[in-house]
């Protein structure tokens, strides 16, 4: 065989797939049909978490005056210049954190459309004219997952953003209806609003961040609602025309009555789907199920045992952090044997607002519904130290444990830093601990960390009738 791994893709799980079996000597060929990096660097994470910084910068600047004495102002956003210092940034990156590093670990990046054929092999319509045959011992597929859009009567005519093109405006306009009220569609949302944008946010389902539990979820609605975001829960996006140069948006609520809506740019996160279309798979024998996912088994293996996927591509969480796992696991399996799979139960996840929505491990309607006797503890963050000398108290802590044991079975923040502190809990989790071990840890007095060791603490006392740095 030419190579010993030929991976079709370039984002997350790619590289991760490409430096590991660099590293144990393997020869390796990726091909990629359009940018270099994938989805995360390109259009995903790095240039959403840059603007959204940039936008909670501003925010800070606007809301300085919940300090006693000081005074701050934000000037008009010149937008144009912020989009240019997101592209330096998401270049800059590319270049050092992709291209660079394929040439510093010797791999070629093939500029095409690759296309299996029998043998398996892959065939690459190349960029530049002409095609090129490439044979391998072993192929992954990382194709990743692209914005998807929902049947809306009047959308085509109309004309859309997704998160994509969204960070891609020439200019900022002054009214956006975003449709989608998950963690994508949220982050936009509050992203555009802080940028000075009149925002609307449209949901399906019953609540805001749908998979979140009910308490953060009601949470993130009151603090959309108080910085100006409209929200419009259990209502459906019926039909859409433009009038005037505006979107006009029919709304349909669950009980039938109908609302408009209308905004000069119309942005549409309602989810993502996986890329399968025009690789040939079915020449291969590899099965794609029934929201276009290459079907893998636990260990990430197709049906054809010389291909594998990995990522976005096959159905699993859309985190770049399962992305880079999965190409490891593809490495060790294919060539080493290692027979390894993923444990997915404490996998976190957050969801960039501010402040942040971030959870590990079960929901209280998951743990019931998998048999637990649980019982589970709300801590406003009115009761954090670290919140009240933010002088921000908007959030909350939920943690869920097994009655009796007092075993956590999942932790829910949402809170400035819920990043950082959902870590935490993933340990917790790991190492099955037990609310009432939480509770007598070490843990450092001022740090929204200790939101945690104070929900715990419920669990077996009144912590209103604690100090504030009392253990």
């Keep these: 065989m030419a190579f010993e791994l030929a991976i079709?893709?370039?984002?997350?799980?790619?590289?991760?797939?490409?430096?590991?079996?660099?590293?144990?000597g393997r020869s390796v060929v990726m091909v990629e049909?359009?940018?270099?990096?994938?989805?995360?660097?390109?259009?995903?994470c790095v240039p959403s978490k840059a603007l959204l910084a940039a936008a909670e910068a501003r925010q800070v600047v606007l809301s300085a005056d919940r300090f006693p004495g000081i005074r701050a102002s934000a000037d008009e956003v010149a937008f144009a210049e912020l989009i240019a210092g997101k592209a330096d940034l998401v270049a800059g990156m590319?270049?050092?954190?992709?291209?660079?590093?394929?040439?510093?670990?010797?791999?070629?990046?093939?500029?095409?459309?690759?296309?299996?054929?029998?043998?398996?092999?892959?065939?690459?319509?190349?960029?530049?004219?002409?095609?090129?045959?490439?044979?391998?011992?072993?192929?992954?597929?990382a194709t990743g997952s692209a914005p998807w859009t929902a049947p809306v009567d009047g959308l085509e005519e109309v004309g859309y953003l997704t998160?994509?093109?969204?960070?891609?405006?020439?200019?900022?306009?002054?009214?956006?209806?975003?449709?989608?009220?998950?963690?994508?569609?949220?982050?936009?949302a509050q992203l555009f609003a802080r940028l000075g944008v009149r925002v609307d946010v449209v949901e399906m389902l019953e609540r805001l961040a749908p998979t979140e539990e009910p308490e953060i979820s009601a949470a993130l609605a009151e603090i959309f609602l108080d910085e100006g975001i409209g929200v419009h829960e259990g209502t459906v996006l019926s039909q859409v025309r433009r009038e005037d140069g505006q979107v006009v948006a029919e709304l349909r609520d669950a009980e039938g009555a109908t609302r408009q809506l209308r905004a000069d740019e119309l942005l549409l996160?309602?989810?993502?789907?996986?890329?399968?279309?025009?690789?040939?798979?079915?020449?291969?024998?590899?099965r794609v199920g029934e929201r276009d996912e290459i079907v893998v088994d636990e260990r990430l293996r197709t049906d054809n045992p010389r291909i594998w996927a990995a990522g976005d591509v096959t159905g699993h969480p859309q985190f770049v952090y399962v992305a880079g796992a999965h190409g490891a696991v593809v490495v060790d399996n294919a060539f080493h044997h290692a027979e390894r799979r993923l444990d997915y139960?404490?996998?976190?996840?957050?969801?960039?607002?501010?402040?942040?929505?971030?959870?590990?491990?079960?929901?209280?309607a998951e743990a019931q519904a998998r048999g637990y006797d649980c019982e589970c503890r709300v801590l406003p963050l009115g009761h954090v130290p670290r919140a009240l000398v933010n002088r921000d108290a908007r959030g909350l802590v939920k943690l869920v444990a097994e009655r009796g044991t007092g075993r956590l079975l999942g932790a829910h923040v949402l809170a400035d830093g819920a990043g950082e502190v959902i870590a935490t809990?993933?340990?917790?989790?790991h190492n099955q601990m037990s609310v009432y071990d939480m509770g007598e840890l070490w843990c450092p007095?001022?740090?929204?960390?200790?939101?945690?060791?104070?929900?715990?603490?419920?669990?077996?006392?009144?912590?209103?009738?604690?100090?504030?740095?009392?253990a």
């Design 94 to 141: 590319r270049q050092e954190k992709y291209t660079a590093l394929a040439a510093e670990y010797g791999w070629e990046i093939v500029a095409g459309q690759a296309r299996f054929g029998e043998g398996p092999a892959l065939d690459v319509a190349l960029a530049g004219g002409g095609t090129r045959r490439i044979e391998a011992e072993h192929y992954l597929v």
């Design 163 to 188: 998160s994509t093109t969204a960070m891609e405006l020439p200019a900022l306009p002054e009214s956006m209806l975003v449709v989608g009220g998950n963690y994508v569609g949220l982050e936009q």
């Design 269 to 286: 996160a309602t989810g993502r789907t996986p890329v399968t279309g025009g690789l040939g798979l079915d020449a291969v024998g590899v």
């Design 8 to 24: 079709i893709g370039s984002g997350g799980s790619a590289f991760a797939a490409a430096i590991a079996a660099r590293r144990s």
């Design 345 to 364: 139960h404490h996998l976190p996840r957050v969801t960039f607002t501010g402040p942040q929505a971030a959870a590990a491990g079960l929901t209280e």
């Design 33 to 44: 049909r359009g940018i270099v990096g994938g989805t995360c660097v390109n259009t995903g």
């Design 445 to 470: 007095y001022l740090t929204m960390a200790e939101a945690l060791k104070l929900a715990a603490q419920t669990f077996t006392r009144d912590i209103t009738k604690l100090s504030c740095c009392a």
């Design 425 to 429: 809990a993933v340990y917790a989790l």
